[in-house]
């Protein structure tokens, strides 16, 4: 049976307060330290049993409350009224998650092993998480599952510390076709040590059981769980060289 338990970690910027999840197994000491961007459903269960599957291979996670403490999604409609602004002001989407980051490393309730921090993200948290990484965030690797890729300043992956990888559906209808390329020029540009895995036949939202509206949302659960096994073989190789 796991160990590992969730807290609530509450948090204030720029006057608003926050209420993200810290996701560890006490008593553990010197485990690397993960910041997950959930879907657009935000601090969800379906976030949480995630958060707590990827703790258990050993790693601290923070999963990030990029909306605020009073804002919960429970349908689609809320979640976009939530996401959109974020996605239309990258900056703001960047110092949330600069927070939540800072809100991981500063915490004392689970020992972090120094200067081991990475992120990983799901659809709108997939952007977040490389969004991080182009803000200059000192990560060994930022990893974005079924996530979008542009980004309104290509020039800043040149800030990009660590490895990225993108996990994509090779048939996903929300992620426009013409961003791969764009994003491959924009990796290659800044010399960044970048993996872009297309699976075929996937579509968005590959990873989440609750998504199943064929050809466009739906849960892929042989494609998922090779998803999450390149991730941790990313993360294994990046923290353990």
């Known amino acids: 049976m796991s160990k590992v338990i969730v807290e609530s970690l509450v948090y204030h910027l720029a006057g ?10 006490p008593g ?30 050993g790693y601290v996670v923070l999963l990030a409350d990029l909306y605020g403490q009073s804002i919960r999604p429970s349908n689609a409609d809320e979640a976009g009224a939530a996401m959109m602004p974020l996605k239309n002001d990258r900056a703001e989407l960047r110092k949330r998650m600069q927070e939540a980051l800072a809100q991981l ?3 004392s309730k689970a ?16 952007c977040c998480a490389l969004e991080l990484a182009r803000s200059g965030a000192d990560l060994r ?13 290509p020039d800043d992956a040149k800030n990009i510390k660590g490895s990225v ?4 559906g090779a048939s996903d209808p929300l992620v426009p076709k013409d961003q791969l390329p764009a994003f491959e020029a924009e990796m290659n540009a800044a010399k960044v040590d970048w993996q872009l895995l297309s699976y075929g036949g996937a579509v968005h939202s590959f990873t989440d059981p609750g998504a199943n509206v064929p050809g466009k949302m739906q849960y892929d659960r042989r494609t998922a769980e090779r998803a999450f096994r ?3 073989n990313l993360l294994s190789e990046v923290f353990h060289p």
Not at 16 to 25: C, G, I, N, Q
Not at 29 to 42: D, E, F, S, T, Y
Not at 165 to 168: A, K, T, Y
Request: proline share 5%.
């Open 16 to 25: 608003k307060t926050y209420e993200s999840r810290l996701v560890y197994e």
């Open 28 to 57: 553990a000491l010197g485990r690397p330290g993960l910041v997950m961007a959930p879907n657009w459903m935000g601090i969800a269960e379906g976030a949480e049993r995630i958060a707590k599957e990827v703790a258990e291979q």
């Open 105 to 107: 490393l500063g915490q």
């Open 111 to 126: 020992l972090l092993a120094p200067g081991k921090a990475a992120t990983f993200g799901f659809c709108f948290g997939g």
């Open 141 to 153: 690797a930022a990893v974005s599952f079924h996530g979008t890729l542009d980004t309104p300043n």
């Open 165 to 168: 990888l993108v996990l994509h």
């Open 230 to 232: 390149s991730m941790h």
